[in-house]
């Protein structure tokens, strides 16, 4: 079974893939032939009908330093509808003020 994966997270050309754990989770869902997108939380926004969405892009990652992922164009994702699995991860987690 194919999961649609959203993944809340810090951008990705700012992270350090060697120790960063949202990069593994991301490629170790695509190994498993899941497919991949990147959202930031400033994306996202709530309708009427209290329908969560998100623009957010399609992604393929690799453990290649410098060359690490690769985007597609930007789509707007129904994050109840359009999604498996949603992985809120950027750091911190939470607002510090």
Known sequence: MTLRV?????????IN???DSSFALMLAAQARGHSLYEYHVESLTLDA??????HAFPVRVQRVEG?????GEKVRLDLGHDVDVVLMRQDPPFDMG
């Open 49 to 54: 009908e209290d329908r969560l969405f998100a």
């Open 6 to 14: 959203a993944v809340q997270m810090d951008p990705l050309d700012s």
């Open 67 to 71: 060359d690490h992922f690769s985007r």
């Open 17 to 19: 893939i060697a120790g």
